[in-house]
Nanobody, 122 residues
Framework: QVQLQESGPGLVKPSQTLSLTCTIS??????????WSWIRQPPGKGLEWIGY???????YYSPSLKSRTSISRDTSKNQFTLQLSSMTPEDTAVYYC??????????????WGQGTQVTVSS
């Protein structure tokens, strides 16, 4: 069973950068044909895809967030990290990491972390 777990601060001040790390168990971040994604859900709203890093290290971001998003990985630790800069209260959400299958035209997430609440407040 693949397991993912998010870690990082639950409270971030406006204008600061969020850094969240996802640790993967029972799988390798370099396993072919999977992307490693970050998704968030603001309170009372739907899920929003942030971006992913592929098994080969290629990163791709949502157009609405790409200017302030960076996803990287540490293969030795089997982890990948989200950095989201210039945080505002509108970035308050539950943040999830998830494994994404490589598909054309559709996103399929087969494993999810439990999610971590991130609140942006002074």
């Amino acid at each position: 069973q693949v397991q993912l777990q998010e870690s990082g601060p639950g409270l971030v001040k406006p204008s600061q950068t969020l850094s969240l790390t996802c640790t993967i168990s029972s799988d390798s971040i370099t396993t072919n044909n999977y992307y490693w994604s970050w998704i968030r859900q603001p309170p009372g709203k739907g899920l929003e895809w942030i971006g992913y890093i592929s098994y080969s290290g290629y990163s791709y971001y949502s157009p609405s967030l790409k200017s302030r998003t960076s996803i990287s990985r540490d293969t030795s630790k089997n982890q990948f990290t989200l950095q989201l800069s210039s945080m505002t209260p509108e970035d308050t959400a539950v943040y999830y990491c998830a494994r994404e299958q490589v598909r054309v035209g559709v996103r399929v997430y087969d494993y999810w972390g439990q999610g971590t609440q991130v609140t942006v407040s002074s």
